[in-house]
């Protein structure tokens, strides 16, 4: 089945522990982004890749790091989580990320509910 | 910098009526996307409908339908013949053609409730 799996789906953990929240697709994707989503607020981009080893900051990047080693793989990083990090995130892959494409399509993974006490 | 609203967060209907959620986005630009996206308790994000600016014919799937005036800035949803299965967060979004970091803005969403 093509999927992009998020994991964990739930984490709670302390300020200053880093963690990381991988996100992995299977269908052969170039264009995988990271979003966070706040009630009032929608989603907001905190980074996306074009392509293994290119990756480039959304609106909202403090904090976070991501790697794109492998095309399959996007994790996300946060270094030392503070409580203004609790969120839901969602991982979201596309096979093409030039929206004139017909292959232009978001697929999204389950969110990880994020909870930094 | 482009903006989403979406001013009803929360919107209640019945069962086998109709409903239209709003969507208004603040754009300078004459060439872009527009999409509505369902978000059930599940927390998945599923894509509802798209338009293409440059369409003037508004975008249909089954019983999902838009309203897109562009003059206005305008994106609607109607959704006719509501199911329980409806109920969901609605989220509009917008997509520049010419955006260099290739994002969705979104809308805050509207959290649709369907009475049986």
């Known amino acids: 089945e093509a999927q992009v799996t998020q994991n964990p789906r739930y984490l709670i953990t302390v300020t200053g522990k880093k963690l990381t929240v991988t996100c992995s697709q299977n269908m052969n994707h170039e264009y995988m982004s990271w979003y966070r989503q706040d009630p009032g607020l929608g989603l907001r981009q905190i980074y996306y890749s074009m392509n293994v080893e290119v990756t480039d900051k959304g609106d909202v990047p403090e904090g976070y790091k991501v790697s794109r080693k492998e095309k399959r793989n996007f994790p996300l990083i946060l270094e030392s989580p503070s409580p203004n990090q609790t969120s839901l995130y969602f991982c979201?892959?596309?096979?093409?990320?030039?929206?004139?494409?017909?292959?232009?399509?978001?697929?999204f993974g389950s969110g990880t509910r994020l909870t930094v006490v | 910098a482009q903006t989403v609203t979406q001013s009803q967060p929360e919107m209640s209907v019945q069962e086998a009526e109709t409903v239209t959620l709003s969507c208004t986005y603040d754009?300078?630009?004459?060439?872009?996307?527009l999409f509505w996206y369902k978000q059930p308790p599940s927390r998945q994000m599923i894509l509802v409908i798209r338009q293409e600016a440059y369409k003037q014919q508004n975008a249909t799937e089954n019983r999902f339908s838009v309203n897109f005036q562009k003059a206005a800035k305008s994106f609607s949803l109607k959704i006719s013949d509501s199911q329980l299965g409806d109920a969901a967060m609605y989220f509009c979004a917008y997509r520049s053609a010419m955006d260099s970091n290739y994002q969705l803005i979104w809308g805050a969403g509207t959290k649709l409730i369907i009475k049986p």
């Open positions: 754009t300078s630009e004459s060439d872009y996307y």
């Open positions: 979201a892959s596309s096979l093409s990320y030039d929206i004139g494409s017909p292959n232009y399509g978001y697929t």
